[in-house]
């Protein structure tokens, strides 16, 4: 996790996300890695988690249902990657 943005209002909003080596996938080890982060952070004075997906990502968009994210809205064509653009999915999550 890390800082949503720079400035001191947004200071109890975090962004987080999760990566597994390509191999590492379908095993529960984002789900390990999810209920640490989230114990972890369940001690610090934070509010909201958003998390940005790069769609399509069922996994990810699977794994993020599972830890009580809700969608919220997605931003078109802010990313760019591989030679093109690609639309960004925005979830959120009570801490
Ligand atoms: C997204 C990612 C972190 C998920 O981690 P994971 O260890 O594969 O996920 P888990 O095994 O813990 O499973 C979590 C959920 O995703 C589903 N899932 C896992 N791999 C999947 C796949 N290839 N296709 C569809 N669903 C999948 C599981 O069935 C599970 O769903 P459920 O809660 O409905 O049962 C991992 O696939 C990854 O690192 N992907 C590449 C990087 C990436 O996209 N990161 C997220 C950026 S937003």
């Known amino acids: 996790s890390g800082p949503f943005r720079a400035k ?12 597994l080596a390509p ?3 379908g095993r ?7 209920k ?6 369940a001690g ?6 958003l998390a940005g997906i790069v769609t399509p990502n ?5 794994l993020h249902e599972r830890f009580g994210f809700r969608y ?6 802010v990313g760019r990657k591989f030679g ?3 639309d960004v999915a925005w979830y959120e999550k009570d801490l």
């Open 44 to 49: 610090e004075d934070v509010h909201r988690a």
């Open 28 to 34: 529960g080890i984002g789900t390990l890695l999810y």
């Open 84 to 86: 093109r653009y690609w």
């Open 72 to 77: 919220v809205g997605t931003y078109r064509e």
């Open 8 to 19: 001191p209002a947004y200071g109890t909003t975090v962004e987080v996300t999760v990566y």
């Open 58 to 62: 069922e996994a990810s968009v699977r």
């Open 36 to 41: 640490a982060l989230f114990e972890a952070l």
């Open 23 to 25: 191999d590492a996938g």
